[in-house]
DNA sequence: ATGAAAGCGCTAACAC
DNA sequence: GTGTTAGCGCTTTCAT
């Protein structure tokens, strides 16, 4: 492949002056100098070495984003980051690590070995000491929905808390009184607090935390048959009259299993989920749902990255985002 | 950030013995070296400089996949490769055009420029010119899905014609005649062949094609306002039975459109879609799909890429890949 | 078993 | 306006 060599010995100019209008730098080089320089360039199929200047300059100019799965939410708060960030001259790519510590910590390391100009992180659960290792690299990071308790480092995220609450209340102020959701097999403090916001608003209306209507289900994957099995007991025995998914991943397979036992929704079941999906107004009944503030986290995430990068940042930040508001349809 | 001369200069031994080290190959070196060196790595936080190795060896291990759009199909596939190339040493990188030309061919301009070990593309219709100059550049890539006429390239598809075919072929065993589509505004021979094979089914059976029934819409974008108006029209004036989607990206507003006009589905309506979708099986009623054979898509993928890049293909590779199943539901 | 040195393609400081 | 040169961090050939 053409190098900057190869257009300087066509054009009988230096490799410098050849480097310089290849970045767009030539005000001060001669017209005839650009023209034969320009035309060399595609006579010759030149593409710049990113490898080379990059090692050169130090620095590459790419974001890379680590999620710990490459479902809808996490694609779109990408491209919102694309976007802002692309005004910066920055690129992004993106990563899935398929909640798996392992391809997690590789892909960390993958971009840093890539030597990126900021990472955006949706780490899964064993990256504690990694992220702890990260801070001493001194390398420009955010984490994203996703942090650990005792750990000093930028973060943006969800009020999970807030939002569990708010669902929960909301479902209450609705008449339900034996509201059911599931309990993840996860240390990730951003599921513990949706939790904590589960039971926060029981507490606060008066009801009591019943363990039956919150069996325990992996984080990871979701079992069909498993997840059938316990709403049908949290229904038929434990006379659960609402469900509050807290994530998609098992709500998909929940609501399949509702529909599928013939519960009357929302009549005798009524239906929240934690995120929105395209689906859910498709549905019949449609599936009432909130919606997360996803523009602004990405604008946080661009900014706080964007002063870490240029070293402006005295202390690392952590920025909640507020509750988010409810797309009500026809499940609640 | 620490480099091998710093591990070099901690452990007072040389350059050379750190990298052979480093890289794995120190079955010639003493137990002693490869122990201090290790320390050192731990000690300096060492993370090798992927730019400057691969600089120097001449290629990356990294595999880009550019898709039009990140929606699931393409993600799934990508998932597929990553998994199926992982055991040759490669990672894979996936980045999404949004089915704009600048981007697409930007994209793959970046992944050049860093010099990435090959391609896999499924491109935006404007980008013929820039495949044409990618064989010129004898950069190792698989076009997937989409492809153009009079350019030779390594190509991996469905059979979009046989696929579509089959579809409303199933729609007019079922009794339906007045079958409906979308025609797309688009130069890309995937759409084509589908529409073509629409109208090909139609033929086999007797059916006159029936402009009314195929009015154009956008590719690249779904309109829910002027499909929802198409659709009234379709069934109401010309008496469509039933509708083929080709397009999720249509599908959605699509069946939105038919749920909210109170059509009887399948009665009144049936609805069939190229593309499944997790959620097809959830909606009442249940959408019927065809589903298509992406593992054999990626493998094959691989397989092309994995021998252009080891030099070994003499000659382009087209692989078109059989009909799809139909998951046949309630809608049909 | 270990080291010296060249060079991958590029940028930037400096010289003319 | 244009050229010379050093060097980014690493691998690899060739010595020792």
Known sequence: MATIKDIAQY???SITTVSIVLNGKGARISKEAIKRIEEAKKILNYEPNMLAS?????STNIIGIVVSDLHPYFIRLAQLIERDIAQ????VLIVGSDESDEKCEAMIDNFINFRVAGMVLAVTSGLKQRIVRLNKQRIPFVMIDRYFKGVTANVVL????RSAYNAVDFLIKKGRTRIATFHYDTQMHHMQDRMDGY???????????NKKLAPTISFS??????INGMIKEMVEVY???AIFFQTNRAALPGIDAIFNLHYKVPEQLAILCFHDNDFFKLVKPSITAQCQPLEELAKECVNILLSEIKGELKSKV???????ILNERDST
């Not at 910066?88 to 690129?91: A, H, I, K, T, V």
């Not at 969800?158 to 808390?161: G, I, K, M, Y």
Request: aromatic share 12%; charged share 30%.
């Open 221 to 226: 994957e979701a079992n069909a048959i498993e």
């Open 158 to 161: 969800l009020d999970n808390f």
């Open 239 to 241: 006379g659960a009259d």
């Open 318 to 324: 952590r920025r909640v985002f507020p509750a988010t």
């Open 54 to 58: 990059s090692l050169r300059k130090g």
């Open 88 to 91: 910066y001259g920055y690129q």
């Open 199 to 209: 039971k926060a608003a029981l507490k606060d209306n008066g009801i009591r935390f």
């Open 11 to 13: 054009t009988g100019l």
